[in-house]
């Protein structure tokens, strides 16, 4: 009776399910937290396109006096395209003759454990576009 117990199988799967199940959700958090930070990733440098682009468009022919207008014009514009991953962005816009120069800097929050392992709590994502005028 005991050799029996010994080599019974019964409870086999279930150790399987176990041990494998972390690992198949550790690999499942770390697809959404990369998928997470490349898609706000994206969305920020749209963002620093869209607001070069307005720039450009919109600051063709201005005086000095309406520039300070245009800049807070595209970083509003900015703003409006980030998305809504993306917490307390810093954006500078640099306006010159021969150029428009848009940074945009920021934090990303990660969803799960694993990201918050990877890169901390939050991720920073940068992104800086360049227009010439």
Known sequence: MIKKILKSEKGQSMVEFALVVPLL???LCGIIDMGWAYSNKY????????????AVINGADIE?????KLIDDT??????????GAE???IDV???NEKVTVSVECKVKMLTFVGQ???????????KNV???
């Open 25 to 27: 959700l550790t690999i």
């Open 43 to 54: 969305s920020i440098e749209s963002a620093a396109f869209s607001g070069v682009r307005y």
């Open 64 to 68: 000095d006096s309406e520039k300070n």
């Open 75 to 84: 970083k509003k514009r900015v703003r409006d395209n980030l998305s809504k």
């Open 88 to 90: 307390s962005p810093k």
């Open 94 to 96: 640099d306006i010159d």
């Open 117 to 127: 392992t990877a890169f901390g709590e939050y991720y920073e994502a940068k992104s």
């Open 131 to 133: 227009g010439a005028r």
